[in-house]
């Protein structure tokens, strides 16, 4: 069973000027063929997200028309802008619109759907998404679009700009790639207005950004984000936003987007594994944007000197919006538009930057969340996620139910690189319910090809284990497909254990039911509305790898010792030196310092090859 929406890599699509023409020259064949004889751009089969979907067509007509002078493109552009203007500018108010504030105001607005009143919901960013379509069109209308029509054209741009910001709560949902959007739109309208027009809506969209984007960015694993649905990042938005970044930092040359895109690129690189598998967000836990991202991840991973293409994207969708029957849809056009027109190539080397979040080498790399936990593990191309157990959810040592893995104090992080090893070592205060503190030290190495991981902690009453991760997902060729097993070696007893009951909060990996269908079960509202990652708290408990205590650890600790990646030989022994507990494996022998570390009380680690 593969994972339905996590293909290949982004980067691995051709992105030279020849292979734009072909997809576009695909895309006039289809619309010509689909055109109608009122103008109608729109897929058959388009009932949802449709208000923006024929101008977006329009929009692609248009910049084919630029590259190429097709000279049969002129009319079809001149007639399905006739339609849009016609037929899909709404300025009486969606009856059970919830966020006006300002009644019948006669402002133009695009629908989410046609029907009057039908999931008013949507209207919102459909009018964003229709401003972005049409500001590319104005873009394009250059010996293209007659003077009066392009005139028609910019006064429903400036009214939709108005109903957004005037006649409406600003957004509402709060979602940050439509709100950063939304500024996007105001920035290249502005570009098309009379100069004192355009600089009062330059200026009121950049402080729309500082106001109300960037004051209310939420904090995780050590940076701030822009809310995405109520959270602080979403696995399918977050990197769309990062492509609004991208368009409102080559529009308007402002720094504070460059900025604030950086800061978003390096938290992505940090959260996404090597191998470009990710979950986790507000909304879509598993689901993956496709081009809608390439134009923030290209931008910004250029700047940031990484290789931010490695993210897996929906690749059906990897050129622009489709239906079921892989016909084109004009939803998001506009990052198409945009992608052509940026030169910026792909940065295909990691970056080599020490990242607190994360620890990556070859093909291993370990994501941590804001708790220094693993979030995500990738050795050999399998996927780990963190498992649980009575409700806890991490990586961690166990004892009568209770997991060892919340701080309860600071949390203390080293980064070594020595003789081809890059190792971490992550050191946090945590109280057990016998309210004890006691010290875990997780050792973390990795050759690129091994993790070996070493857990160490005073010593536990009962019967400890460690909770090594939930096998989930593994690489298939260009497709990501579930898996329930991986390659894991334990110097104590290694177990793979399995919820004894199928309720929805107990996540057996051998069944069918994803990540994503689990956690939108468990949340509070229905799938789309709901937090899937809210939901997937709750869970109870899961399959789990479950590692025993290593032999010949000192009295006084319990130590754990786990290898993910190829299967072989493992032996580790542990031993106090003059300096801490030396850790000896096959491969290295590190030296973890006292948990009071230096005279700073940072931890101390000394690595060399064996």
């Given at each position: 069973?593969?994972?339905?929406?996590?293909r290949g890599p982004?980067?691995?699509?051709?992105?030279?000027p020849e292979?734009y023409?072909?997809v576009?020259?695909d895309v006039?064949e289809?619309?010509?063929a689909r055109?109608t004889?009122?103008g109608?751009l729109?897929?058959?089969?388009?009932?949802?997200?449709i208000g923006?979907?024929s101008?977006?067509?329009?929009?692609?007509?248009?910049?084919a028309?630029?590259?190429g002078k097709?000279p049969?493109?002129?009319?079809?552009v001149?007639?399905?802008?006739a339609?849009h203007l016609r037929e899909?500018?709404y300025?009486?108010?969606n009856?059970?619109?919830?966020?006006?504030?300002?009644?019948?105001?006669?402002?133009?607005?695009a629908?989410?759907t046609l029907?009057?009143?039908?999931?008013?919901i949507?209207?919102?960013?459909?009018?964003v998404?229709?401003l972005l379509?049409?500001?590319n069109?104005?873009?394009?209308?250059?010996g293209?679009?007659?003077?009066?029509?392009r005139?028609e054209?910019?006064?429903?741009a400036?009214?939709?700009?108005?109903w957004?910001?005037?006649a409406?709560?600003?957004?509402?949902?709060?979602?940050?790639?439509?709100a950063?959007g939304c500024v996007?739109?105001?920035?290249m309208l502005?570009r098309?207005l009379?100069p004192?027009q355009?600089?009062?809506?330059?200026s009121r969209a950049?402080?729309?950004?500082?106001?109300?984007i960037?004051?209310?960015?939420?904090?995780d694993r050590?940076?701030l984000?822009?809310?995405?649905?109520?959270g602080a990042?979403?696995?399918?938005?977050?990197?769309?936003?990062?492509?609004?970044?991208?368009?409102a930092?080559?529009i308007?040359g402002?720094?504070?987007f460059?900025?604030?895109?950086?800061?978003?690129?390096?938290?992505?690189?940090a959260?996404?594994?090597?191998?470009g598998f990710d979950?986790?967000?507000?909304r879509y836990s598993?689901?993956h944007s496709?081009f809608?991202s390439v134009?923030?991840?290209?931008y910004?991973?250029?700047?940031?000197?990484s290789?931010?293409g490695?993210?897996?994207g929906?690749t059906?969708?990897g050129?622009h919006?489709?239906?079921a029957d892989g016909?084109?849809?004009?939803?998001f056009?506009?990052?198409?538009v945009?992608?052509?027109?940026d030169?910026?190539?792909?940065?295909?080397?990691?970056?080599?930057?020490?990242?607190?979040?994360?620890?990556?080498?070859g093909?291993?790399?370990?994501?941590f969340d804001d708790r220094?936990?693993?979030?995500?593990?990738?050795?050999?191309?399998?996927?780990?996620?963190?498992a649980?157990?009575n409700?806890q959810?991490?990586?961690?040592?166990v004892t009568?139910g209770?997991l060892?893995c919340?701080?309860?104090?600071?949390?203390?992080v080293?980064?070594?690189?020595?003789?081809?090893?890059?190792?971490?070592?992550?050191t946090?205060?945590?109280v057990?319910r016998?309210?004890?503190?006691?010290?875990?030290?997780s050792l973390?190495?990795?050759?690129?090809?091994?993790?070996w991981t070493?857990?160490a902690?005073?010593?536990?009453?009962?019967?400890p284990?460690?909770?090594a991760?939930?096998?989930?997902?593994?690489?298939?060729?260009?497709?990501v497909r579930?898996t329930a097993?991986g390659?894991?070696t334990?110097a104590g007893?290694?177990?793979?254990?399995?919820p004894?009951s199928?309720?929805?909060?107990?996540?057996?990996?051998?069944?069918?039911?994803?990540?994503?269908?689990?956690?939108?079960a468990?949340?509070a509202?229905?799938r789309g509305?709901?937090?899937?990652?809210e939901?997937?708290r709750?869970?109870?408990s899961s399959?789990?790898?479950?590692?025993?205590p290593a032999?010949g650890?000192?009295e006084d600790?319990h130590?754990?010792a786990?290898?993910?990646g190829?299967?072989g030989?493992f032996?580790?022994?542990?031993?106090?030196?003059?300096?801490?507990l030396?850790?000896r494996?096959?491969?290295?022998?590190?030296v973890?310092?006292e948990?009071?570390?230096?005279?700073?009380g940072?931890?101390?680690?000394?690595?060399r090859?064996?």
């Amino acid at each position: 069973m593969h994972l339905t929406h996590q293909r290949g890599p982004l980067h691995d699509l051709p992105d030279s000027p020849e292979a734009y023409d072909a997809v576009l020259a695909d895309v006039v064949e289809q619309a010509l063929a689909r055109l109608t004889p009122e103008g109608n751009l729109e897929h058959p089969d388009c009932v949802d997200d449709i208000g923006d979907t024929s101008l977006g067509i329009t929009s692609l007509l248009a910049l084919a028309w630029q590259r190429g002078k097709d000279p049969r493109l002129p009319e079809a552009v001149r007639c399905s802008l006739a339609f849009h203007l016609r037929e899909r500018v709404y300025v009486d108010d969606n009856p059970g619109y919830p966020n006006l504030t300002v009644r019948g105001s006669g402002l133009p607005y695009a629908r989410y759907t046609l029907a009057s009143g039908a999931h008013p919901i949507g209207d919102w960013p459909s009018t964003v998404w229709a401003l972005l379509q049409t500001v590319n069109v104005l873009d394009l209308a250059e010996g293209l679009v007659e003077d009066e029509q392009r005139a028609e054209l910019v006064e429903v741009a400036h009214g939709y700009w108005s109903w957004l910001t005037e006649a409406t709560f600003f957004n509402p949902q709060e979602a940050g790639n439509q709100a950063i959007g939304c500024v996007v739109g105001g920035l290249m309208l502005a570009r098309h207005l009379p100069p004192g027009q355009g600089e009062q809506v330059r200026s009121r969209a950049i402080a729309l950004y500082a106001d109300k984007i960037r004051a209310h960015r939420v904090a995780d694993r050590g940076a701030l984000l822009p809310p995405e649905h109520g959270g602080a990042y979403d696995n399918n938005y977050g990197p769309i936003s990062l492509s609004f970044l991208a368009q409102a930092h080559r529009i308007s040359g402002e720094e504070i987007f460059a900025e604030d895109g950086d800061a978003l690129a390096r938290y992505i690189d940090a959260r996404l594994t090597g191998g470009g598998f990710d979950n986790g967000g507000p909304r879509y836990s598993e689901q993956h944007s496709g081009f809608e991202s390439v134009l923030g991840l290209r931008y910004f991973g250029a700047r940031i000197g990484s290789d931010l293409g490695r993210y897996r994207g929906d690749t059906r969708w990897g050129r622009h919006a489709v239906k079921a029957d892989g016909g084109v849809d004009g939803h998001f056009a506009w990052m198409l538009v945009w992608q052509i027109q940026d030169s910026t190539r792909w940065h295909r080397t990691p970056s080599t930057t020490p990242t607190r979040h994360q620890l990556r080498a070859g093909t291993v790399s370990v994501a941590f969340d804001d708790r220094m936990t693993p979030s995500l593990v990738e050795a050999a191309g399998t996927y780990y996620l963190p498992a649980a157990v009575n409700r806890q959810h991490g990586f961690g040592p166990v004892t009568d139910g209770f997991l060892f893995c919340r701080p309860m104090g600071e949390v203390r992080v080293r980064d070594v690189r020595a003789d081809g090893l890059a190792a971490k070592l992550v050191t946090k205060p945590v109280v057990g319910r016998d309210h004890v503190l006691r010290h875990v030290r997780s050792l973390y190495v990795t050759d690129g090809t091994s993790l070996w991981t070493t857990v160490a902690v005073e010593r536990l009453p009962g019967t400890p284990y460690l909770l090594a991760g939930l096998p989930y997902a593994a690489d298939d060729g260009d497709r990501v497909r579930r898996t329930a097993q991986g390659q894991v070696t334990s110097a104590g007893e290694l177990r793979l254990t399995h919820p004894e009951s199928d309720g929805v909060d107990q996540f057996d990996a051998r069944a069918e039911r994803t990540q994503q269908e689990a956690a939108f079960a468990l949340a509070a509202d229905p799938r789309g509305y709901g937090n899937p990652d809210e939901g997937w708290r709750h869970l109870v408990s899961s399959t789990a790898l479950e590692a025993g205590p290593a032999p010949g650890a000192p009295e006084d600790l319990h130590v754990f010792a786990v290898r993910y990646g190829p299967t072989g030989g493992f032996a580790p022994t542990f031993a106090y030196d003059g300096s801490g507990l030396a850790v000896r494996t096959e491969a290295f022998t590190a030296v973890i310092g006292e948990a009071a570390g230096d005279a700073h009380g940072e931890p101390e680690l000394t690595l060399r090859a064996e």
